[in-house]
């Protein structure tokens, strides 16, 4: 099983951007599935986003389309979001999360692999 050790969080102001990192314990290789859900006070995990590695696609939820990006680099066993123009209703924990097998989806179950989470705050 794959530890995942997720960081980069922080305060910001509206308008700023974080990058997020999610460090992996060995290889990713064989990883198909790279997400970020985050959770919010009183609320269940949400999806933000999810690459397949096997159909090429990332997908991400309505409301950060445009300004979250997704990306790995297998060579050092990591993948990161990239958050641009947060908003206040972005704040939350975000955790990084892999599937090894399977496709994306918005259930949290289906990850194995999950990091300890690191919290984003959007605010002025």
């Known amino acids: 099983q794959l530890q995942l050790e997720d960081s980069g969080g922080g305060l910001v102001q509206p308008g700023g951007s974080l990058r997020l990192s999610c460090a992996a314990s060995?290889?990713?290789?064989?990883?198909?599935?790279f997400a970020w859900f985050r959770q919010v006070p009183e609320k269940e995990y949400e999806l933000v986003g999810c690459?397949?590695?096997?159909?090429?696609?990332?997908d991400y939820r309505d409301s950060v389309k445009g300004r979250f990006t997704i990306s790995t680099d297998n060579a050092k066993n990591m993948f990161y979001l990239q958050m641009n123009s947060l908003r206040p209703e972005d704040t939350g924990v975000y955790y990084c999360?892999?599937?090894?097998?399977?496709?994306?989806?918005?259930?949290?179950?289906?990850?194995?692999?999950w990091g300890q989470g690191t919290q984003v705050t959007v605010s002025s």
């Open positions: 999360a892999v599937r090894r097998y399977g496709l994306c989806t918005s259930r949290p179950a289906a990850f194995g692999s």
């Open positions: 060995d290889s990713t290789a064989d990883v198909n599935a």
């Open positions: 690459l397949t590695v096997n159909t090429g696609t990332t």
